[in-house]
């Protein structure tokens, strides 16, 4: 009966590491792509910032005599 009793602990344990070991790499997993989308954000961001300068240079161009 003693072993039994071990044995449940034992799979309960392994079941425990089992299920923080899929939530470390769940989370783990949604932290990278999150790093991922908010540098490809800023990167985008920067692009536009300087297209609308551009832009604008062009426009300033063109006006003046």
């Known amino acids: ?3 039994r009793k071990g044995a449940l602990l034992s799979e ?5 590491l089992l299920a923080t070991m899929t939530t470390w790499l769940i ?4 932290q990278y792509f ?7 954000e800023a990167c985008m ?3 536009r910032r300087q ?10 161009d063109e006006a003046s005599p």
């Open 27 to 30: 989370v783990t997993t949604m």
């Open 51 to 60: 297209y609308y300068e551009e832009q604008k240079r062009w426009l300033n």
């Open 1 to 3: 009966m003693l072993i």
């Open 45 to 47: 961001k920067e692009a």
């Open 12 to 16: 309960a344990l392994v079941s425990l």
């Open 34 to 40: 999150n790093r991922i989308q908010v540098a490809e």
